[in-house]
């Protein structure tokens, strides 16, 4: 049986862990940045706020099954808007994928942001990342916006928003 649980990561107990999970998914990075997952993601995922936010609007979470880290997710709080929780990172360890973690995982955090009243959740997904697209598009999310070209890595990608009113 799977038992899952969401826990909130620090960078002093938690790098090995998040490193793991980082470096196995080379296929997201060469999609999003062109080249395979270095050190600095790993430091970047801890230290990274989202514009204009601080480190305590940021939820920070480990994916655990039986007590091991098999995924992580980044949230930006009220970002871009009060009550928008923004999802910034949703990235499964390859052998997990496929399995309904993903959709217990947004379930889990549409939870916390109902009872923190957030009211949307939102993601920017890179245009060519079609199979992350279909996930959300699954789950109900519609495109709400697009933002033209930007820089990732080696890379240029247009984002796609998406979002999904918490019920
Ligand atoms: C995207 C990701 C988070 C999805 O999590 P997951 O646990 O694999 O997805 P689930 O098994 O919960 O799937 C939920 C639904 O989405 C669909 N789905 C998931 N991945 C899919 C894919 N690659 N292609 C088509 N449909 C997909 C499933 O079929 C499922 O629908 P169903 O319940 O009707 O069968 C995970 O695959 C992952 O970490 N991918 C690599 C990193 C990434 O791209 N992250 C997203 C960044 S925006």
């Known amino acids: 049986m799977i038992t899952l649980q969401l826990r909130s990561l620090d960078q002093a107990n938690d790098f090995q ?18 080249e395979p997952p270095a050190q600095k ?11 204009g936010k601080s480190q305590d609007d940021m939820l920070k979470l480990g994916i655990e099954e039986n007590g091991d880290c098999i995924g992580i997710a980044e949230i930006a709080q009220n970002f871009p808007l009060n009550h928008t929780w923004h999802i910034g990172l949703l990235l499964l360890h390859s052998s ?5 973690i993903g959709r217990y995982v947004i379930q889990k955090i ?18 060519e990342n079609t199979e992350a697209l279909l996930f959300w598009e699954k789950l109900g999310f519609k495109e709400v916006n697009r933002i033209p070209e930007r820089s990732f890595g080696i890379k240029k990608h247009t984002i796609i928003e998406l979002a999904r009113a918490i019920q």
Request: aromatic share 8%; with cysteine; glycine share 8%.
């Open 96 to 100: 997990w994928r496929r399995r309904g």
């Open 41 to 51: 993601d790993v430091t970047d995922f801890f230290t990274d706020t989202a514009p």
């Open 110 to 127: 549409e939870e916390r942001a109902r009872l923190a009243s957030g009211t949307q959740l939102r993601i920017g997904v890179v245009q």
């Open 17 to 34: 862990a998040v490193r793991n999970i980082i470096m196995d998914c080379v296929d997201y990075a060469m999609i999003v940045n062109g």
